[in-house]
């Protein structure tokens, strides 16, 4: 192919002139003839042929680990498949209910073949307090038909009125009992010293003997999906599934193999309605030009200064964070922000991750602003004690002095990468309409060939263009190139996003028995119906449809985590570090350590729902026990923690992934290193802070 920076042709013609200044070809060789003498090419040629070999080295190679990855994750697979496949499903797996009093009792069956039985047991809500023992009885086959006796200790509960909360404990007796293999007819029995019937679900089975190690397990799958994830050796979606069913396949083989259906129900599906409707009314809302226009005019108002129109989006993502979920506000202001980017010619990576670590950082200010503040919110026990006012109160100066620091750190070592740089936002159109062609790049139809080599011509234009036209757009340009090209669109669609941002915010007040999916998808179809635009196939191409899939495989894959005992045994550590501290003040300065510092590295790695779904009955078990630690420092710490903690990683939180695959559709992939790189010492920096104002106004001052 000729170029204008080679002066070699690259054929092999023979052509010769005896006039001076000609080139002459001959093989693989060339020289050229010259007023001063005559120059031999050779080197030059030979450095070409030898980037010719490198390259196709390159490819054999590229290909060989392309193959060898692709047949790696399909043995991965079918040896996952093959794991769980060969175990029957349990329908068996949803607790049982049955109705129990004093002098009955209730008697299931296990087999002793691994030394291990689980056991899981919850009420409806009672009136009185009630006790509940939990027995496991057997005979030993010497015996032959002999009584039933106890084996192992007795699992003895209080239930206190109005709890609801499920119950676990396991049985090991391959130390208290090394020939448990003699025992025959084996069975765990429930009693209760109630007068009146009680209705429990009460539900016990055996256990492989690697539940043993399940934490390690649990603990390898997390760290198999940050190596696909950091290494990027598939997409993060693809890595969350494969990491999903692997941690169900030893789920399967540990616990029992879950049916499809109870696999399915562990998807939060308020979460990915939400996320799938607010996609398509903030893609059809940005045909009509306002996210355009938009950001002319937050340019204008911050006088031309990059840095300070940051922070106000920033500052604005917290705010709006704190009165809505963190997931809808990256959904609103990301699209926005990334325009502005490309419209001023800003890059915009620094800029939305900033706005995703606000918008976390903000989230923790209310009870409603983050799904883990929902959690704790919604807790019963919790609830008489903690509402949205005293919840506010108390969060809102340590997440204000986070703020401001996080603030003094984004200016002290990134307000350089927040200017405008030339043809920044000519890159994004660039990497958009590579993705594009790429998708063209599996059919063979005339049409779609004549559209790849225009959509080629194009971009081969815009990359000439970086090279040559240095030019950045001056703000009347601007506003004279970016207008609103659909008013009546606008106009419907503002109206019918503004009602469902009300609707979002005061739902839970007015009683609205819908919740924020219902929302979002209604209003999803009427964006449809406003649009005049009915194909739909054109509009759900508006939809990422790859991050629904990663959150709904994030979803799967903590809760079956969850199942093999890493978050319980993680909580467990906590509560025994905790009791192992002296009476006195000393003992809630060690639950607000932990609870602030554990919470938010751990946050950082696992998502942080399931996270505190795990660890608010750990709260409520420290604010009963005779430890002495009041339960609302112990709240505020767990909020801290998960809020905060959600920062360090792409996955930490649901905004992190919301802001990042908006990335994605604007051209501009985030790495799950460069999310780190900001977001993790953010997290450090903020868990600091919310130590400091911790250990000051709910330690040494008791404002609780």
């Keep these: 192919k000729t170029t204008k920076k080679s002066p070699v042709l690259m054929d092999t013609m023979y052509r010769e002139s005896d006039n001076y200044g000609t080139t002459h070809r001959m093989g693989s060789g060339s020289y050229q003839n010259s007023n001063e ?13 030898v980037k010719f070999q490198f390259s196709r080295e390159c490819l054999k190679s ?5 193959n ?17 496949a060969v175990v029957p499903e349990h ?14 009792e209730i008697s299931i069956p296990v087999s002793l073949a691994s030394a291990l039985v689980q056991v899981r047991f919850s009420t ?18 010497l015996d032959g038909n002999g009584t039933l006796q106890k084996i192992g200790e007795n699992w003895d509960l209080v239930i206190e009125p109005h709890t609801e909360r499920t119950y676990s404990y396991r049985y090991d007796v391959s130390e208290s009992l090394p020939d448990y293999l003699q025992f025959t007819d084996t069975h765990v029995v429930l009693t209760t010293n109630s007068t009146s019937p009680i209705s429990v679900d009460f539900y016990a089975y055996a256990l492989s003997s690697l539940a043993r190690f399940e934490v390690v397990i649990a603990t390898l799958i997390l760290t198999f999906l940050y190596i696909l994830i950091i290494l990027e050796l598939v997409h993060r979606a693809l890595a969350s599934m494969l990491c999903a069913l692997l941690a169900i396949a030893f789920v399967s083989i540990i616990h029992e193999r879950p049916t499809f259906s109870k696999v399915v129900s562990l998807i939060d599906f308020e979460t990915v309605g939400l996320l799938f409707g607010m996609m398509i009314m903030v893609g059809i809302l940005s045909t009509t030009g306002l996210f355009e226009w938009l950001a002319v005019k937050a340019y204008k108002f911050s006088k031309g200064n990059v840095w300070s129109l940051s922070v106000i989006l920033c500052l604005v993502t917290a705010i709006v964070s704190a009165l809505l979920d963190n997931v809808t506000t990256l959904l609103l202001i990301a699209p926005v922000s990334l325009t502005l980017c490309k419209v001023l010619d800003v890059p915009p990576k620094t800029l939305i991750i900033f706005e995703a670590l606000f918008s976390n950082i903000g989230g923790a200010m209310t009870i409603i602003g983050d799904p883990p503040n929902i959690i704790i919110g919604n807790n019963a026990y919790i609830k008489e004690y903690v509402n949205f006012a005293n919840f ?40 958009i309409m590579k993705n594009t062609l790429h998708r063209f790049n599996d059919s063979h139809e005339p049409e779609t060939e004549t559209l790849r080599e225009a959509l080629q011509r194009h971009i081969e234009e815009l990359e000439d263009k970086l090279l040559t036209d240095p030019h950045l757009d001056t703000l009347p340009e601007l506003e004279e190139k970016y207008v609103i090209t659909d008013y009546p669109l606008m106009i419907n669609s503002m109206i019918i996003l503004s009602i469902v941002m009300l609707l979002f915010f005061v739902h839970s007040f007015i009683g609205i028995e819908m919740g924020l999916a219902w929302i979002a998808v209604i209003g999803a179809i009427l964006h449809i119906l406003v649009s005049g635009n009915h194909n739909l196939e054109e509009i759900l191409e508006r939809v990422e449809f790859g991050t629904l899939l990663f959150f709904a495989a994030l979803f799967i894959l903590m809760e079956n985590i969850s199942e093999l005992g890493l978050i319980e045994a993680l909580a467990n550590t906590m509560i025994d570090a905790i009791s192992s501290v002296p009476d006195g003040n000393g003992r809630l300065v060690a639950a607000t350590l932990i609870l602030i510092w554990v919470s938010g590295l751990a946050s950082a790695f696992m ?24 339960l609302a420092p112990l709240v505020w710490a767990l909020v801290f923690g998960a809020c905060f903690g959600g920062n360090g990683t792409i996955i930490g939180a649901s905004a992190n992934v919301v802001a990042v ?44």
């Excluded at 329908?91 to 009955?104: L, N, P, Q």
């Design 91 to 104: 329908d068996s797996g949803e607790k049982t209910s049955y109705g129990i009093a004093s002098g009955h």
């Design 37 to 49: 003498g005559v120059g031999l090419y050779w080197e030059e040629e030979t450095k070409k042929n």
């Design 392 to 431: 506010s109160l108390h969060m809102m100066p340590g997440v204000v002095v986070a703020m401001l620091v996080t603030f003094v750190y984004m200016w002290k070592f990134y307000r350089h990468e927040l200017s405008r740089e030339p043809h920044a936002g000519t890159k994004m159109d660039i990497q």
């Design 661 to 704: 695959s908006v990335c994605e559709q604007f051209g501009v992939p985030i790495s799950f290193l460069e999310f780190f790189k900001i977001g993790f010492p953010v997290t450090l920096i903020s868990l600091a802070v919310s130590t400091v104002y911790m250990l000051i106004f709910h330690v040494a001052i008791p404002w609780y």
């Design 62 to 66: 590229a290909i060989t680990l392309q």
């Design 124 to 141: 409806q809500n009672v009136d009185n307090t009630n006790s509940f023992r939990v027995q496991l009885r057997g005979r030993r086959s």
């Design 607 to 630: 998502d942080n729902i399931p996270y505190t779904a795990t660890l608010v009955p750990v709260l409520v078990r420290l604010a009963e026990s005779d430890l002495g630690l009041p």
């Design 68 to 84: 060898a990855k692709i047949l790696g994750i399909a043995v991965l697979t079918l040896v996952m498949v093959f794991l769980f």
